[in-house]
C-alpha cells in the first residue's frame, strides 16, 4: 500500500492532467460525476487529513500567529491586485474583468489545505489560514470589490459560515478526536489516504470541467492565460513572502498555495447573484476552479520533492 500511494504521490500531476483532459474533451464520460458531490469529496479528504494531525499542531499555529496573520494579510492584497491588473493589461471587457476581480476578492478555497496536505507543507496552518480568511470574507470581499470596481457585491454571511464549518472544521475535528482515541489503529490507515485524496482531486476536476467544458472551450485563449497568470504570480508571490519572513519549508509551501487557490466557487457564486446581466462573468470563476486543481495537483507533486525542515 505505501508503494501505491508513493506512485499515486509522483505521478499525481499527470493522473490529474489526464482526468482534466478527458473531462473537457469528452465530458458525457465524467457528466456522471455531480458538482454537487464536491463537498462531500472535500469533507473526505479533510477527516484523512485530520486522522494524520494532532491538536498540538494548530497550538502552534495560534501561539505563533505571525504566519498566519502574514498569510492572510497576502491573500486580500495581492490576489485583488493581481487580478485587476491583469484585466486592465489584457484589456478584458466589463464582464470579464468583474468575474476576474472577484476570484481575486474571495479567500482561499479549501481545496489549498488538501494541496498543502499533499505538498506535505504546514497542514494546521494552511486550516487556519483558510478558517480566518473566510470569516474575513464577508467584509473584506465585498469592500475590495467595490475598491476596484466602484460596485459592491453581498456575500451570504451564514451561507459562507456553515460551509467552512461543514467542510472544514468539523472533518478534521472528527479525524483529530479518532487519531487520539485510536492512535494504534489510524497509523496504518494513514498508509491509503494519498490514493484516497487523490481520486478525490480525481473526481473534483472531472465534475468541474466536463461541467463546464463549454464554458472553458468558448472563452478563448487570453482568459485562460489570465486565469494561469493570477494563479502562478499567487503562488510564487506566496512562496517568495515565506522567503522574506524566513519562514520553514513546510510553512512556506502552506503559504505559497493558500495565496495562489482561491474560493472560486464562491466567486462564481456571486458573480451570478450579483451581477445577473453579466453571464460571462461566470466563466473566470468556472476557468480557475479547474486550473487551480491542476496547477495545485502539479505543485503538489514539486513541493513533495523539496526537503521539509521542522515547524
Keep these: 500500500m505505501k508503494r501505491i500511494g508513493d506512485f499515486v504521490g509522483k505521478f499525481m500531476a499527470w493522473i490529474v492532467l489526464g482526468i482534466a483532459a478527458l473531462a473537457l474533451f469528452l465530458p458525457r464520460t465524467c457528466l456522471w460525476i455531480q458538482t454537487g458531490w464536491i463537498n462531500y469529496l472535500l469533507m473526505i479528504v479533510m477527516f484523512g487529513m485530520g486522522l494524520t494531525m494532532k491538536i498540538s499542531d494548530f497550538a502552534v499555529v495560534f501561539s505563533k500567529p505571525r504566519d498566519v496573520t502574514v498569510g492572510c494579510l497576502a491573500q486580500f492584497i495581492i490576489m485583488p491586485f493581481l487580478a485587476f491588473a491583469l484585466g486592465k493589461i489584457f484589456g478584458l471587457n466589463d464582464e470579464l474583468l468583474v468575474g476576474v476581480v472577484l476570484v481575486g476578492t474571495c479567500p482561499g478555497g479549501t481545496s489549498s489545505n488538501v494541496i498543502t496536505y499533499l505538498s506535505k507543507g504546514d497542514t494546521a496552518l494552511s486550516v487556519g489560514m483558510t478558517s480566518i480568511n473566510t470569516l474575513l470574507a464577508p467584509l473584506l470581499t465585498p469592500a475590495l470589490t467595490y475598491l476596484y470596481l466602484r460596485t459592491s457585491v453581498s456575500v451570504d454571511v451564514k451561507s459562507m459560515f456553515i460551509s467552512i464549518i461543514q467542510v472544514v472544521i468539523v472533518p478534521i475535528g472528527l479525524g483529530l478526536l479518532i487519531n487520539k482515541l485510536f492512535e494504534k489503529y489510524t497509523q496504518k490507515i494513514i498508509l491509503v489516504l494519498p490514493v484516497i485524496s487523490v481520486a478525490a482531486i480525481c ?49 512556506k509551501k502552506a503559504v505559497s498555495i493558500e495565496i495562489g487557490m482561491q474560493n472560486s466557487g464562491l466567486a462564481t457564486s456571486l458573480a451570478s447573484s450579483a451581477f445577473p446581466d453579466m453571464s460571462m462573468a461566470t466563466v473566470p470563476g468556472a476557468v480557475f476552479s479547474v486550473w487551480h486543481n491542476i496547477s495545485g495537483a502539479i505543485l503538489a507533486g514539486i513541493y513533495r520533492k523539496m526537503a521539509c525542515q521542522d515547524k
Design 203 to 251: 473526481l473534483i476536476v472531472a465534475a468541474v470541467v466536463s461541467h463546464n467544458s463549454e464554458k472553458i472551450m468558448s472563452v478563448g485563449l487570453i482568459i485562460l492565460i489570465i486565469v494561469i497568470l493570477h494563479n502562478l504570480l499567487g503562488y510564487i508571490c506566496g512562496y517568495l513572502i515565506g522567503i522574506i519572513f524566513k519562514m520553514s519549508i513546510p510553512r
